[in-house]
């Protein structure tokens, strides 16, 4: 299975399977890494972009943003978890995103911004993400995609109860 942007991390995989299964489209999805790349899970969600005509596309998104928001509030129904950990959605620019994180989140966004504006201007560019303060880096790592297989696992019940209510 892949996405736009390739193969599907083993630790994201059930998450974005589910939300495929459930109609929700996803376009691109990392389950976070300690050394490169993003420090927490992420999924990006988009209608299809080639409708990208008369608001076309910033309507079915909306809709679609609904949806996702409705998995998340069943999720965290009576679930107890820190702000940091919680599984949030973003708007992106043709898309958005489901991410945990919290602070560690905000700050490789805010790295990954400054790069492009290091880009934009031709300066020099460091690859290397710094560790953003965060004590306990990889158990923090392990926690928030722990919350994307239980969204995942979450989203599976929900479905399957409702293709047996549909059947009965």
């Not at 079915?60 to 679930?79: C, I, T």
């Amino acid at each position: 299975m892949q996405d736009e942007w390739g193969g599907i991390d083993k630790k994201i995989e059930k998450t974005v399977m589910a939300l495929n299964k459930r109609g929700i489209r996803t376009t691109g999805s990392c389950e976070g890494h300690a050394d490169h790349g993003s420090p927490s899970p992420w999924i990006s969600i988009s209608a299809r972009p080639e409708i990208d005509t008369e608001g076309v596309l910033e309507r079915e998104n909306r809709e679609l943003q609904k949806s996702v928001q409705a998995l998340l509030d069943q999720f965290y129904k009576g679930r107890n978890v820190s702000e940091d950990k919680k599984i949030v959605i973003r708007n992106g620019k043709h898309s958005f995103w489901i991410h945990n994180g919290g602070k560690l989140f905000d700050a490789w966004r805010a790295h990954v911004e400054e790069i492009v504006e290091k880009n934009k201007r031709g300066e020099e560019i460091t690859s290397s993400l710094p560790q953003l303060g965060i004590a306990n880096y990889q158990a923090q790592l392990e926690a928030y995609q722990k919350e994307f297989e239980d969204f995942g696992d979450s989203i599976l019940l929900t479905s399957t109860h409702s293709d047996d209510e549909e059947s009965d």
